[in-house]
């Protein structure tokens, strides 16, 4: 049926169910798995004229800090799952064309993902990743919450 499964994943604590179940789907259809973390860059001459350096390399270094823990703990389940696995974590300024693009290039057959189920003004101002990736995807999306 599938056999690669692209897994976004941003770190989070919720983003952890869609890790287990895309790791137990894998494991039950002997399928490989890609992780996928995307990280958004500080971008904009303007923004960056407005902080000091400092934060700047502090933002980086917490982006680099959650890509290094996302990627052990994705190392860690994948091998207690025993499921082949590999992760990748890429900073881009659009992280559902960024899930869709990889899960093409590396030939994904399904992508899963959790959504944090955000309604009116509040999905309205921080958008929805999910909402993105299911209206661009060409492959099917298994969203978990």
Same mark, same amino acid.
């Given at each position: 049926?599938?056999?690669?499964?692209?897994?976004?994943?941003?770190?989070?604590?919720?983003?952890?169910?869609?890790?287990?179940?895309?790791?137990?789907?894998?494991?039950?259809?002997?399928?490989?798995?890609t &992780?996928?973390?995307?990280? +958004?860059? @500080? =971008?904009?001459?303007?923004?960056?004229?407005?902080?000091e350096? $400092? *934060?700047? #390399?502090?933002?980086?270094?917490?982006?680099?800090?959650?890509?290094?823990?996302?990627?052990?703990?994705?190392?860690?389940?994948?091998?207690?799952?025993? &499921?082949?696995?590999?992760? +990748?974590? @890429? =900073?881009?300024?659009?992280?559902?064309?960024?899930?869709?693009? $990889? *899960?093409? #290039?590396?030939?994904?057959d399904?992508?899963?993902?959790?959504?944090?189920?955000?309604?009116?003004?509040?999905?309205?101002?921080?958008?929805?990743?999910?909402?993105?990736?299911?209206?661009?995807?060409?492959?099917?999306?298994?969203?978990?919450?």
């Amino acid at each position: 049926m599938y056999t690669h499964i692209l897994i976004a994943t941003d770190g989070s604590e919720l983003a952890e169910a869609g890790l287990t179940q895309g790791l137990a789907l894998a494991k039950a259809l002997g399928a490989r798995v890609t &992780v996928l973390s995307v990280q +958004v860059p @500080l =971008t904009g001459l303007a923004l960056e004229a407005l902080m000091e350096s $400092t *934060a700047v #390399e502090a933002y980086e270094s917490s982006v680099a800090e959650v890509s290094a823990r996302t990627g052990r703990t994705v190392a860690e389940r994948a091998a207690a799952a025993g &499921v082949a696995a590999d992760f +990748v974590a @890429l =900073t881009r300024e659009l992280p559902a064309q960024t899930i869709v693009e $990889t *899960a093409t #290039e590396r030939g994904c057959d399904l992508i899963v993902m959790t959504s944090h189920g955000r309604r009116g003004l509040t999905r309205l101002v921080l958008g929805s990743q999910t909402a993105e990736v299911l209206a661009l995807a060409q492959v099917p999306v298994l969203v978990v919450r």
